[in-house]
């Protein structure tokens, strides 16, 4: 008797993958299974030569977006998408990343704010870590910003891009296009 395994497929926006999307579309489609994504590329952490990165234009993300919806329309319920925060990622919310030598951190992109869990101090950890990114988090434009809800922005990814405190100008350009919002 064949045992059924669930599958979960996700992919990602740089250019190879981007190149052949329709084909594997079909593929996925044509299997019955559902394709995620992820619309951010990082740069390695501490790389300064973000020319360099291979992903895509905000443009071409948006393509990449859109293609993929079309096929696969999303499947999130709106009250997941409901914030307590002013984050707009699950990072010590709903989630966390804890490193091979048991260190807590937000996710896999930062590794501050961090703490070893002590056995028995899940939760205390997970609770004091999430309290020091609430008052790390902040981004002034970014609270205010009539395309937030199209912005892939948080902690993590402006600090990635180049200053933890302010709007990176890839990230704004993405959440611009996503939203439909003009270039002011």
Request: hydrophobic letters at 40%; charged letters at 25%; one cysteine or more.
């Amino acid at each position: 008797m064949a045992g059924k395994v669930a599958l979960a497929l996700r992919t990602i926006p740089i250019p190879p993958i981007s190149q052949k999307l329709d084909a594997i579309l079909a593929y996925v489609k044509s299997k019955g299974l559902y394709l995620g994504y992820q619309l951010y590329v990082a740069p390695k952490r501490g790389c300064q030569a973000m020319e360099k990165l291979d992903r895509l234009s905000p443009s071409d993300l948006l393509r990449f977006e859109e293609a993929i919806l079309k096929v696969f329309p999303r499947r999130v319920s709106s009250e997941f998408l409901i914030e307590g925060t002013n984050r707009t990622c699950a990072a010590l919310q709903s989630a966390c990343f804890i490193t091979w030598e048991g260190v807590m951190q937000p996710c896999a992109l930062i590794d501050t704010p961090a703490k070893k869990v002590a056995k028995g101090q899940y939760l205390t950890t997970f609770r004091e870590l999430s309290d020091q990114l609430e008052n790390l988090s902040t981004c002034v434009t970014c609270a205010t910003c009539e395309s937030r809800e199209g912005c892939l922005q948080c902690y993590a990814r402006r600090s990635l891009e180049g200053d933890r405190s302010a709007c990176p100008a890839y990230l704004h350009a993405i959440a611009r296009l996503r939203t439909n919002k003009p270039d002011a």
